[in-house]
């Protein structure tokens, strides 16, 4: 029977090339820097928090406290374990600022459809609709916060949206089978359930209505949701298809240095 030749052994205690710490080094320096200069640029463009919400009479409807508190709230029972606001946390759930937006969405269609024919946005026909639509997404996208006043001004439906609210999510808190597995009566202070609505609404205001100076809203359009104007725009398409790209690159380059130059090793 033939003998196998031996394979030669490859000795893999050799010294480790410098440029293993260069690269590290480097690595750890852009990739820090990159997140510093992300966090800088979350604070200083996130979504103002008026210090007071009226209605169209002026009157109060909640305040910045109302909304902290909400997210103490979202904060003090883990809702993020259940479900989300902006797509961050859990999906056992809903994601909270998602249903509020698409609810008001409704309310703002239904109040332009009853204003324009007399009748509510369901009895239109689909022309009437499609019409309807755009008008209501429209009246969404402006931004009524004042910066010098720090208050903001909400619509009618955008009052009505936020009182449902409360509604909605007291019957959500209180059965098991309808909340994605939380326990029965999670939240059942009405102080609680307020200052939660609010901050759910505001979340909702945050993600349609158009940052100052852009088309698109604090959060990029998000959630998703065509029937109140919130598609993804342009540059968010852009960078997201170039952020897979330079991964793609990245890794093919790496692959490539070290099984092409052995004294990296």
């Given at each position: ?33 990159g997140l510093i200069a992300i966090t800088f ?225």
């Amino acid at each position: 029977m033939p003998s196998i030749a031996a394979q030669p052994v490859h000795d893999d205690n050799g010294p480790l090339s410098a440029w293993w710490l260069r690269t590290v080094i480097a690595v750890m320096v852009l990739g820090f820097s990159g997140l510093i200069a992300i966090t800088f640029m979350a604070y200083r463009n996130a979504p103002p928090i008026p210090e007071r919400v009226v209605d169209e009479q002026a009157s109060t409807v909640f305040t910045r406290e109302d909304i902290l508190e909400g997210q103490t709230v979202f904060l003090k029972y883990g809702l993020m374990a259940n479900g989300s606001i902006w797509g961050h946390g859990a999906y056992l759930g809903p994601d909270y600022s998602a249903q509020a937006l698409h609810r008001l969405g409704e309310l703002t269609a239904d109040d332009v459809a009853r204003k324009r024919f007399g009748m509510p946005f369901a009895a239109l026909t689909k022309p009437q609709q499609a019409g309807i639509a755009g008008e209501a997404a429209a009246l969404l996208k402006v931004n009524r916060h004042d910066d010098a006043t720090q208050t903001l001004r909400f619509s009618a439906p955008e009052v009505v949206a936020y009182r449902e609210q409360i509604i909605h999510w007291t019957d959500y808190f209180r059965d098991p089978s309808r909340n994605g597995g939380l326990k029965a009566d999670l939240i059942t202070d009405p102080a609680e359930l307020r200052h939660f609505a609010a901050f759910v609404s505001w979340t909702a205001w945050a993600s349609v209505a158009s940052r100052p100076g852009e088309s698109y809203s604090y959060t990029n359009n998000f959630p998703y949701d065509p029937s109140v104007g919130n598609v993804p725009p342009s540059g968010a398409l852009l960078w997201s298809a170039l952020s897979l790209m330079v991964l793609l690159a990245g890794i093919a380059t790496v692959l490539l240095a070290f099984g092409k130059f052995d004294y990296l090793g």
